[in-house]
């Protein structure tokens, strides 16, 4: 017995009133029900096809636009919809801006349910395209096949790609032409490996099947003009050896080209052992008067033109007298710590990766630094162990990853009754929920969102908060 296909829902000439979760715009309904769709803009006048309905929400997809929103500009990129990666290239960066600080403050007093003492206004980025340090691309041979090519009714020969995922299908690549995003050299050593990886013959991955000489592409990029290529490979071989070569003849500019070898089911490389093919093993970035160097494995924010910018948010809510032991936890390679060196007695970074601390000591060493220590661990084990009780912290940054602060390290912070504490976040939403439990013991004296990643709802959010006292 087939099942009933379900009626389509279309409510016609909604009027967006605002952005919601995850960036979508949002319309209320006469009887105050919330409809979410993608690619909607504050001020657009829609009809909308309802595909997911629950109880005081519905979500659904834009099938007609009866008037667009004054706030509407043409996307550049013709890729807008399909990677996912752009979804408010068409809208004014202006309200971008006001989005994504309405965003940062909504989490605060929703999630976090706190107010907060001073609220400063969003710092905008002065690059809106080609900001981004590092791009991954993804090999496939079963790339998304374009409703164009399907009315066509041609035969589809090539459905090689090197791209990034469709939005919401894992197993389908879609074929890159221009990305605006990175420097546009990256654009052209993308589609140069990829003409060639198909002359040569060389096979592209299947996500299905865990098959595939050709995986993964990764391009890095620096305000030093430094080039890094990164391939995740099956195996080595003569004809991927020939495919590196010309690459590296073909762009001289590139710093250094490093591959490895990956035959698990997922595409993280922190277990694996890159090889140096040619040049350096790192590039270098520069930020302020210090210089650091940035591996394959390295985490660094993607947006070269914004980390000072960032930093000195950190450095101006931290207002270090030179006295002052500093934990920066979740520390990367080392940047916010060895930018706030000359400002401290001492800082201590804490930090999963291993290469990252690694680098983070060879950056340290490079910049004559000598009042900085890095640990290698789990921030949680470390702090539980409390390895770091004879150095008691005056001021403590954290900077985790998007799913904020482990409750244990929330715990010990508490416990360290550490004085003052600056929180950088990427995710306004898990920072917002780590703050409602530190502001039983820390007042939340001042926020600021800054903008680091232009044409997307994400934004950066930073709180300094100051220990109650009785």
């Not at 087939?2 to 009027?15: D, F, V």
């Not at 990427?426 to 939340?444: I, K």
Request: aromatic share 10%.
């Amino acid at each position: 017995m087939s099942r009933k296909r379900k009626k389509n829902i279309i409510l016609q000439k909604l009027k967006l009133s605002g952005v919601g979760s995850l960036g979508k715009g949002f319309a209320k309904t006469i009887d105050k029900k919330i409809i979410f769709t993608k690619y909607g803009i504050p001020g657009d006048i829609v009809d909308v096809n309802i595909r997911k309905k629950r109880s005081s929400y519905s979500e659904g997809d834009i099938i007609k636009i009866h008037k667009q929103s004054k706030l509407r500009v043409e996307p550049k990129c013709s890729h807008f919809k399909l990677c996912g990666g752009c979804n408010w290239q068409n809208m004014k960066y202006d309200y971008q801006l006001k989005y994504k600080n309405d965003q940062v403050l909504q989490n605060l007093m929703r999630i976090g349910k706190i107010q907060v003492d001073k609220i400063l206004p969003i710092i905008k980025s002065d690059k809106q395209y080609y900001y981004r340090n590092k791009m991954e691309y993804s090999f496939s041979n079963s790339r998304w096949i374009t409703k164009k090519e399907i009315n066509s009714q041609k035969e589809i020969k090539n459905k090689n790609a090197l791209g990034f995922h469709k939005s919401g299908m894992w197993s389908k690549i879609i074929d890159i032409n221009k990305c605006y995003l990175q420097e546009n050299i990256s654009n052209k050593i993308r589609n140069y490996t990829k003409d060639l990886s198909l002359k040569l013959e060389i096979s592209f991955f299947d996500l299905k099947k865990q098959s595939g000489d050709l995986r993964n592409l990764m391009i890095r990029t620096s305000k030093n003009k430094e080039i890094m290529v990164f391939f995740q490979i099956f195996k080595i071989s003569d004809k991927i050896k020939q495919l590196f070569d010309k690459i590296i003849i073909q762009f001289p500019e590139i710093t250094c080209l490093q591959y490895v070898i990956n035959k698990k089911k997922n595409d993280t490389i922190y277990d694996l052992r890159p090889v140096c093919y040619h040049g350096k093993k790192y590039i270098t970035e520069t930020i302020g008067q210090y210089h650091f160097r940035i591996s394959a494995k390295s985490f660094f924010q993607t947006n070269s033109y914004q980390i000072e910018k960032l930093y000195n948010i950190v450095k101006k809510f931290a207002n270090l007298s030179g006295s002052e032991i500093v934990y920066d936890l979740y520390c990367g390679t080392g940047s916010i710590s060895i930018y706030l060196s000359s400002y401290a007695k001492k800082i201590i970074g804490i930090e999963v990766i291993g290469d990252a601390v690694v680098a983070a000591k060879k950056n340290a060493k490079a910049n004559n630094i000598n009042n900085t220590t890095f640990l290698q661990g789990d921030v949680k084990e470390i702090l539980k162990k409390r390895r770091l009780l004879s150095q008691k912290p005056d001021v403590i940054i954290v900077d985790p990853p998007r799913n904020g602060l482990d409750k244990l390290v929330v715990e010990s912070i508490i416990k360290s009754n550490v004085t003052k504490i600056i929180y950088v976040s990427c995710n306004s939403a898990t920072q917002a929920r780590d703050l409602n439990v530190l502001s039983e013991f820390y007042n939340l004296t001042k926020s600021q969102a800054i903008d680091m990643f232009p044409q997307t709802y994400h934004v950066e959010n930073v709180v300094l908060l100051e220990k109650i006292y009785e």
